[in-house]
Structure formats: structure tokens, C-alpha cells
């Protein structure tokens, strides 16, 4: 696993912007995951821009968004699928039938976890994987737990989890309880994984998860050390004064 210490967000975004960037150009239709939160808002802005004064094309991409919540509609504002377009999609040439993201209404939601699977296998794999963490160490929406689920599932969200999201709806109580989240195995099955961190909140799992290199199921972002490409980028906050700044790619 390599990590990159950013300057700041600002640097952390446009370093992974040029991450994902240098991979549409080298792959013209790649196949991207997407994660939705705080984190990666200023890596989508930066490929905003890339795509309107650079040309950056997405006309061949895919994308696969790594969850969402359930019991809420796409157009409702709190989706994800909802957040994604006004943050991204609906500013850059992403064709809409090349974009996946968990349908948090489905009406048999394990046969449409089965089908995100299917969907995944048949267009994947995935080339690349965005990821925020949380402050307890999910991933996607993998709650730490005694076990790990491999396949796309429903998962109940973790108190802290609900703290964290429950402030971006009018009444916190509206904040749904479950989602649905790609599993570790589509997330382990990416060829590169590209994890972003920023600010003091993320200090202290930044530095449970890279003090001494273990796996475990309390900690799901640690299975990222079992990749063969996964690079962590954060800023200097998340990544305290214990590393250095290095330089991205
Ligand atoms: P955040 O969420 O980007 O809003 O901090 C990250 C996550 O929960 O994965």
C-alpha cells in the first residue's frame, strides 16, 4: 500500500483528480468507482474543470458507485445517486446508461444486490476505486464487525456512521438506518484502489489503521493492505505530524 501526504484538501483533490484523469486518458473507457460524502467533493470539482477547459472525455466511461441509502428515492436529496449527479455527473459527458448506483428502493433489494453484482462482473472489473473512510474505518458502507460481507448487501449503519451523515438531513432522525453497500469482494476485485482522507477527524483512524500493518475485520479499510495497487492520498491533517510530505505519482 502507498501513501501520499498532501499539502492540503485542495492538493489532496487534485492529486486524485490527476490520478483518475491519467487513467481515462490511458483507458478511454474505463470503468470507475465512485464514492459520494465530503471527501471526494473537491476531486469531482477538479475533474469539473478538467473536462470543460482540458476536454477530459468521459463519454466512455462507467461508473459504479460503491452504496446508498436505503428507503430513499434517486431524486430525493439526500440520495446519493441525487448528490452524484449535482456534484458530477450532471457537469461532465458521463452517458447516463453507463452510470450504476445502488437503487435504495428496489423493490426485491437482495435479487438487486445479486443483479449490481452480476453487473459489475459482466462490465467490470472495476480499473479503478475511489474510497472515503469513515471515522470508524468502513469503507463503502462495510461497518467494522466480526465479519465482513463479500457480495453487494444491505447493511445496518453504524451509530457513528449515522452521527457522521445525520447533519446533512433537515432532521437527523430522518437519517436512514440501512444502505446498500458493494461488499469487500468487488471492492478487493479493482485492479488500482485510490483512498482519500482529509481533515483532524480522520487523524486518529488514519493512524490506527497505518501504525502497525494488520488486517482486520474492526477495521475494514485494513484490507486494503492485502491489494496489489492501493494508494492512500491524504492531507497533512488527516496524516498528523508523524509522515512527511511526499509527492503524488
Ligand atoms: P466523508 O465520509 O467523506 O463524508 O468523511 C467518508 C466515508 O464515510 O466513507
Known amino acids: 500500500m502507498k501513501t501520499s501526504v498532501a499539502y492540503d484538501y485542495r492538493d489532496m483533490s487534485k492529486m486524485a483528480a490527476k490520478m483518475v484523469a491519467d487513467a481515462i486518458r490511458a483507458r478511454p473507457n474505463l470503468v470507475l468507482g465512485l464514492a459520494t460524502g465530503g471527501t471526494p467533493l473537491g476531486m469531482y470539482k477538479e475533474l469539473i474543470r478538467m473536462h470543460i477547459e482540458e476536454g477530459l472525455d468521459f463519454s466512455q466511461v462507467t461508473t459504479f ?3 446508498e441509502f436505503c428507503g430513499i428515492s434517486p431524486d430525493n436529496k439526500h440520495s446519493y445517486r441525487y448528490y452524484m449527479c449535482q456534484n458530477f455527473f450532471n457537469h461532465v459527458n458521463v452517458k447516463p446508461e453507463n452510470i450504476y448506483i445502488p437503487d435504495g428502493k428496489a423493490e426485491d433489494i ?7 453484482d ?4 459482466e462490465l ?6 475511489i474510497l472515503g473512510i469513515g471515522r ?8 467494522p464487525a466480526d465479519r465482513l460481507k463479500v457480495d453487494t448487501h444491505v447493511v445496518t449503519l453504524a451509530e457513528e456512521t449515522i452521527r457522521d451523515n445525520g447533519s446533512f438531513f433537515d432532521d437527523p432522525l430522518d437519517m436512514p438506518k440501512k444502505a446498500i453497500t458493494m461488499g469487500l469482494g468487488a471492492i478487493m476485485k479493482t485492479k488500482k484502489i485510490l483512498l482519500l482522507a482529509n481533515g483532524r477527524k480522520k487523524a486518529t483512524i488514519m493512524a490506527s489503521l497505518l501504525k502497525d ?3 482486520t475485520t474492526k477495521l475494514p479499510a485494513s484490507f486494503l493492505y492485502l491489494h496489489p495497487d492501493a494508494t492512500i492520498i491524504m492531507d497533512r491533517e488527516a496524516a498528523g505530524e508523524a509522515l ?3 509527492t503524488a505519482g
Open 110 to 116: 437482495e435479487e438487486f444486490c445479486r443483479e449490481y
Open 118 to 121: 452480476r453487473k459489475i462482473e
Open 136 to 143: 470508524n474505518g468502513h469503507i463503502g458502507f462495510n461497518e
Open 244 to 246: 512527511e510530505r511526499k
Open 65 to 67: 458507485n460503491l452504496d
Open 124 to 129: 467490470g472489473p472495476i480499473d479503478l476505486q
Open 213 to 215: 500493518r494488520h488486517v
